[in-house]
């Protein structure tokens, strides 16, 4: 009989054990409200060119937020004009913009400002301070770097189309005889906003 014992008793431990360990709920990040003098603060006016695609106000952007502390990462969706605080970071975006699908190389880019609660010392109370100010790129993320220890922002996309695009789109997919079809020619004067420019120092 003692070694049915003992495996119970092994059994009864693993079990403890697995009710021990069983996996909390993940925190979850919290959207809430901005305060009212952030709010109100004007965001940058970035100059584009409406007629040469989807008008600046209509676009919106994708990007990605993750605190380093807890590795929740968040996927958020913005107009330019928008602010969104999620627990103590708020993003403020300015603009976003893609080059066309004719041209190359691709780049899809968004002016953002990342404001961040946190304290200076141990002693001090937390205060907003901007890290970030300027364009991030989703193909050149080492142009430029939000540089903050808890959280990182990113661009994911900027949904925008230009005129000729979905006709563009059509004409380069494959035809029912499974042959893809003439890849499309660029427009003789393609309607592209110019690629926004890395900023400089």
């Keep these: 009989m003692r070694p049915f014992r003992l495996a119970l008793v092994a059994g009864a431990g693993l079990f403890g054990l697995a009710a021990c360990t069983s996996e909390a709920p993940a925190p979850v990040a919290e959207e809430t409200e901005i305060p009212d003098d952030i709010a109100a603060a004007p965001l940058p006016q970035i100059e584009v060119e409406d007629s040469l695609g989807t008008p600046l106000a209509e676009r919106v952007a994708t990007l990605g937020l993750i605190n380093k502390r807890n590795n929740i990462t968040r996927d958020i969706e ?80 900027c949904a925008m189309t230009f005129p000729g695009e979905e006709e563009a789109l059509r004409r380069s997919a494959p035809s029912a005889g499974g042959a893809p079809a003439a890849a499309p020619a660029a427009p003789a004067e393609p309607a592209t906003a110019p690629a926004p420019e890395a900023p400089t120092a």
Excluded at 82 to 105: F, G, K, M, Q, Y
Aim: one cysteine or more; a negative charge; glycine letters at 4%.
């Design 78 to 157: 913005m107009k330019p004009g928008e602010a969104r605080r999620i627990d103590d970071v708020i993003i403020r975006l300015s603009s976003c913009e893609r080059t066309p699908p004719w041209e190359n190389p691709p780049l899809t880019g968004a002016f953002v400002q990342v404001i961040v609660q946190d304290r200076a010392d141990a002693q001090s109370d937390p205060e907003w301070r901007g890290v970030f100010s300027g364009w991030l790129y989703k193909e050149a993320p080492a142009v430029n770097v939000v540089e903050h220890p808890i959280y990182d922002v990113w661009v994911k996309d």
